[in-house]
């Protein structure tokens, strides 16, 4: 048997471990309520269309795919959201922004688009025209002379390669290539001149 110490020192101990495991014990978690995309689309659909359409003027259904790809980063976000209704707010506030930002980096077509041709194509006749009078003009010069202008501003060799090319110095090189296109342009006026 146990004497009367024995059981006051027993039942202190036990009366001091059960405010511990009451303090130690954790309270019951707050139950996770998960919350439904489609009631909050519902709810907020058209705030969120305003926001886009009457605050940064956005076409309506350029604003119903930026209330789309909101919803999506909303399913996406990988942390707690607090207040569902602020953070779809500057979600839209921000995709609008961001869409403005794109939009400025291109340039609209102009309304007469199907009317007008390739820009690239005008003037292609005055090109053609004259390509084919410096060919023309070309056929003027003696060989000497065409063979330099050839090499130096066809093939864009310089001075010392057509020298090289033309087994002569450097010198006569540049002398050469200055009296032939000083040649060819007199042929090429003398072709385009209108005469009166």
């Known amino acids: 048997m146990l004497d009367q110490n024995t059981l006051e020192v027993i039942s202190t101990?036990?009366?001091?471990?059960?405010?511990?495991?009451?303090?130690?014990?954790?309270p019951a978690e707050a139950p996770v309520v998960e919350v439904d995309i489609g009631v909050l689309y519902v709810d907020y659909r058209m705030l969120l269309l305003s926001v886009a359409c009457r605050k940064f003027r956005i076409p309506e259904c350029e604003a119903e795919n930026l209330i789309q790809e909101v919803f999506l980063s909303y399913l996406q976000a990988g942390t707690k959201i607090e207040n569902a209704k602020a953070w779809l707010v500057a979600a839209m506030c921000n995709a609008s922004r961001h869409y403005?930002?794109?939009?400025g980096r291109t340039e609209p077509l102009p309304d007469?688009?199907?009317?007008?041709?390739?820009p690239s194509s005008n003037g292609v006749a005055d090109r053609e025209a004259q390509k084919l009078t410096v060919h023309q003009a070309l056929e003027y010069l003696q060989p000497r002379c065409r063979q330099t202008l050839y090499l130096h501003y066809f093939e864009g060799r310089s001075a010392g390669d057509v020298a090289r090319e033309m087994?002569?110095?450097?010198?006569?090189a540049e002398k050469l290539i200055h009296n032939c296109l000083k040649r060819i342009r007199e042929i090429y006026l003398s072709i385009t001149a209108v005469k009166r």
């Open 100 to 103: 403005w930002r794109a939009q």
């Open 112 to 118: 007469d688009y199907g009317e007008r041709c390739d």
């Open 13 to 26: 101990a036990n009366s001091a471990e059960e405010p511990a495991k009451a303090a130690v014990s954790t």
């Open 167 to 172: 087994e002569t110095t450097n010198r006569y």
